[in-house]
Structure formats: structure tokens, C-alpha cells
């Protein structure tokens, strides 16, 4: 072994790793910015070598794909539509902000989401033409919540109880979840896979737009968040925990409350997800109601920094490349899949470009630092 | 009817018991790959445009191909295919450090993104009626029977009658298990993933032990994706038809409890598990639905009665899901 040592004690390795102090703000973000470029640079790059297209106009078909013909003065449906996925992917990575604090990796979003749309669901159809319109509003509300943080709570418990590996734990709960609306649509469907859209207990639609009142809702819920995560005493907690559990237990916190606690929050957030999924949107629920949003939400949220202001950002930036490249997609005849490379790409640059911010590489014969 | 339930379970398990394997590997090294399902996905991809282009090479007609070359085609193709994304895995998660999960995250939506994109370009390419695309020829090749399968009756159906994989898949478990329980290796790969600090001051070279065992692990777990395409779908690739398997395997690894050669017997389960509803008589499509949670809530069960328990032998790596850099400890 001391030989060893001392072979390397000769042999210098060229190249060293160190790790920062803290980096000023705003270079921080200068780097995630130009991660976050040069990924929508490779994306175009790959797009034009596939498609022949040129280089720019990759870009203007995302653009107008995107926003539709906003700047032709025409309609805003693709708008509005972008908006409203915004809104949902935003609601889903919010979900999971509290629990991603505490270091708890709740994978398990898509789940809880599902489970909330389906208490929206059984209430829409068994409740429907038994109760008063704004108590029925009430009840879907409240069941969705409560469906939602059910299904977070259980892996909580564990987790909090026996120390149970609640990465696992939440990812399969998602299987379950998904089983279990697949036999509730084909009772309810009559042996389809589908069940018509119902009328009764739809969310009310403000104006004449449909996706308004999600964006509000989901605009609320960002704002309290922040103010809970930053201001509250909770919030503090969570961060506590999230720090070091044995500092959380030294000064008194219980964390084993906390936890649950957190994760009946992250679950009954999910659980409105869903709602404004079922109830809000759909009208109706199958296996593909949240669509795999539950992962991109994890992503969302880690790329945001757990700061909810800067997720608006970050799941604006992954709607607008999922659309923009599906449309891409469209124009030139590639498959709708290239949309999920784009997004894959985009992500493991940022989740890639924080080691530049947290290291710095230095090389052997210059003192000087190198910052790729 | 209870041979080819047995046959049909073993069928169904061995694409989960090479992506558990894989991932045992992985996690042993101390890395939580929830990149597997799309390191399955790619690792298909790859055999099913390495086969492609060999079938179109030799003109579509079967005399003209080789019987060991269309075997190793796919096969090398695959292993290349899920190597890389085995190294884009390690380099992020390994050399920069990035996070465990939403690395893994991010390689599963661009793996599946991949394969079909890849796939559904083929299915555009060869013009077919069908959202798929049928290599049956190579197809053949892999299901090939060893001679003496059919002069057994049911033990020679039960244990010769399946596709060379099959017999790769169990002897890769087997061989993992030895590596990792009985050799320097195996030692010192446990010793990484448990406490890498402790690994690195007793001169093992923690970086290298990591990037392996991340790419022969996905290797291995890309495997799977090649013998679901080849042996069970009989070469039909269509897309998404692989559906959540890679999930599946995630979770037989702790049902495994992190023992290669519990995952043989384990997948076999899964695989009777997913299968068990068309068996049973008398069971209405809803009922079976609820059936097809059976693996996901045993697995549920595993993970919390060996988390109570508390046995050491049973527990994940210690340093699961943790990036380790050496100046900090």
C-alpha cells in the first residue's frame, strides 16, 4: 500500500479537482445560463443534421410552433396550451419542492397525482347530480387532497418509522396507482379503455378560457409556497432536516413529525395537480393523465434550485422545448420522440454544469483557474 | 397448461433478470441507476438497427445469412449501445458529481426518447402497414431450441426449451454473485459502494471501481432489452411495446435483496406474477388489472419487512444515492 502512495506521490496527476467557496450569484447563474444555451444549441445542431433544415429556422418553427401566430395577430390557443401544460409540470415540481428540502426523494409524484385525479373523478361521477354545484366544487377539492397526500403519506411513514428506502418506495406506488385506475376505468368505462368525459363538477372556466383558472391556481399555490418555505417555521424545519437530521434532533425538532408532516404537504399538492388534471382539463381519467410528468416535475424542481420562482422558469423552459421540438418534429416528418431527446439533452447539461459551480478544475502547470 | 404457464413465466422474467442484474452491479458500486429502463430501451434499439442493417446486407433472404454473425451483430450492437449510456451515466454522476436520481431521470426520458425515435424512423423506412417492424429472420436465430429439448417431454420443455439468452441471463447472475461474494474484486467493489472514503484509504481506486461496474451493470441491463425484442417478441419491435419492465427490475433488485442469484428465482416469480391472471380461470379483465399490482406491492412488501429487520446482509449499499468526493470528509 505504501507503495502505492508513493508511486502517486511522484506522478503528479495533471489535472486536480477542488471545491469552490461560495460563487457570487450571478456567475453562478452565468454558467447555468450558458449550459442551458449551449444544450438548446446541440438540440438545434441535431435537429438541423437530421431534418436538412436550416440552422435558424429550427428555431422559428419551435418559436412559432410554441406561440402560435401570437405575433401575426391570430390565435392564442397554442398560447394558452403552453400555459396550461406549464401549469401542471409547475404544480407537480412544487409537489415535491417541500420533500426534495428534507432530502426525501418522493418519485413518486406521478402516483399521487393520479390518486387525486381519481378521488376528482369518483366524485365527479357518484357525486355529480347529488349535491349543490359549490359544495360539490368543495368536495372534489378536499377529496383529491386527501387522496393525494394518502398515497404520499404511506411511504412517510415508513421512512419516518423504519428508515425505508423511499426512493423505491414512492416509484413503486406508482405502479400500484396506475393498476388501480386501470380497473376503475374498466368498470367505469363499461370494459373500454375510456370513460366519457362528465359534465357534472367541472372546475368553472373564467372568461371564455379553459386553462385560466389552472394557471391561477397554480400561480396561488407558487406564491404560498415560497412565502411557507421561506417565512414559516415549517419551512424552517424542513431545511433543518434536509441539512443534517442529527443537527434536526440535537435542537429539538421533531423529525419524524416532519417528515410526515412534509409529506402529506408534497402528496396534497399532487393530489391538486390531479384535480386540476381531471376536473380542470380532462373531464375524464386514464393511465396517461399525467403523462410521465410526475419524473420531468423531479427534474424541474432540482434544476429550479428548489426556489419556486426560479421553477416557473425552469418547467417554462421544458414545455417550451417539449412542444417546440415536437413541432419541429411534425414540420420535417421526424417521430414525436425527438421531443424527449431534446428535453434529456437540455436536462443533463443543468444537472451536469452544477459541478462547474461547485468545483473548480485545476491543472497542473498554471495556477490559473480553467472553467469549462 | 401448467408447462407452458412455467415457460411463459420464465419468458417474461429474464428481460426484468438481466436489467436487475445489471442494476445489482450498479448499486453494489454505490449508484442508484434509475437510468436502467432507458439503458433497456437503448440497448433494444441498438440490437434491433444492428439486425436491420444486417438483414437488408445480406438482401432480405435467410440462406444468405450467417447464423453466428446475425447473433453477434445484434448482440455487439446492443452492448455498445448500452455501454455508452452506461459511461454518459458515470461521467455525470461519477466525475461530476451530479445528482443520482435526477441524472438517472433524465437518461430514462432520453433512452425511451431514443428508441423510438430510432424505432419509429425504421417503421417509416421500410413502409410497412404496421406501427412495427418485424426481424423475424434474426429473430429465429436467437430462439433456436438446443436439439434435444423436445426428447425430454416436460423437464426437457421446462429447462432446454428456451433461447440461448435465457441461459446467459442465469449464468451472468450466477457468475455476479460469485464475483461479489467470493473475489478480491467482488470485495473490494462492495467496499466503494458501502464507504467509499474507507474503499479509497485502502488504496482502491474508487473512480475506476465506479465506471465499471456502471457500464458492465448497464451492459447487462441492455441485455434484457435485445432478448425482449429477439425472444419474446419474436423480433417485432413497435414502439413503447417495452413498456414499464425497466421499472419492474428496479424492483427486483430489492426484492433480490442485492443477490444476483436470488434475482434468478425472483424474476421467474415476476414473470409468473404478471402472467398468473390468464391462468386462472375465470377472472373478469377488471380483476386482472388488479392482479398485474401483485409484483409492484410484493416488492413493497420486501423493502419494508427488510427494512424493520434491520439484517446487514439485507440493507442497500450504504453510500446508495451519495456522490463521494475525496476532499470532503
Known sequence: MTDTKKAKHHREPWVHIVKRDDLPWWK???IRISAIVIAILLVGVISTLLTKVSFLEV??????????????????????????????????????TPAFKMRFWNCGAEGQALMGGLASMICMIELGDKLPYPVLLGVIFLTSMLAGALWG??????????????TLFTLMMNYVATQIIKYYVYIEGGGSNTIQPVAAGNLPIIGDNRYLLNVIIVAVLT???????????????????????NTAKYVGINVKKVIIRTMII???????????????TDHSINTNTVGGQGFTAIMVSWLGQFNPFIMVLMSGLVVFLRMGAGKVADTCALNASFADIAVGIVILFVVGCEFFIRYSVKFKHSNKEVKA | MIITFICRAILLGVPLLFGSVGEIITEKSGHLNLGIPGVMYVGAISGVIGSFMYENACGNDI?????FLSVCIPLLCSIIGSVLMGLIYSFFTVTLRANQNVTGLALTTFGIGLGNFFGGSLIKLVDSDMPSIALTKTSNFFT????FADDLGAVGEILFSHDFLTYVAIAIAIIATFVLKRTRVGLNLRAVGENPATADAAGINVTRYKYVATMIGSAVAGLGGLQYVFAYANGVWSNNAFGDRGWMAIALVIFALWNPSLAIAGSFLFGALCNANNYIQGLGTETQELFKML?????????????MRKKREHQPPESLGLSYFREER
Do not use: D
Open chain 1, 28 to 30: 453562478a447563474w452565468l
Open chain 1, 59 to 96: 428555431y422559428e418553427v419551435m418559436i412559432k410552433g410554441v406561440f402560435g401566430r401570437l405575433f401575426e395577430g391570430g390565435s392564442t390557443t397554442m398560447l394558452w396550451k403552453f400555459l396550461q401544460e406549464t401549469a401542471i409540470l409547475l404544480c407537480l415540481a412544487l409537489a415535491v
Open chain 1, 153 to 166: 403519506v404511506i411511504p412517510a411513514i415508513f421512512k419516518a418509522q423504519y428508515n425505508t428506502n423511499e
Open chain 1, 223 to 245: 406564491v404560498g409556497l415560497f412565502i411557507y418555505q421561506k417565512y414559516s417555521k415549517q419551512g424552517y424545519e424542513i431545511s433543518v432536516v434536509g441539512e443534517s437530521q
Open chain 1, 266 to 280: 408534497s402528496g396534497a399538492i399532487c393530489g391538486i395537480a390531479g384535480m386540476l388534471l381531471v376536473a380542470g
Open chain 2, 63 to 67: 440462406a444468405a445469412m450467417n447464423p
Open chain 2, 144 to 147: 433456436t431450441k438446443l436439439p
Open chain 2, 295 to 307: 409484483p409492484y406491492v410484493v416488492t413493497i412488501i420486501v423493502l419494508v419487512f427488510t427494512s
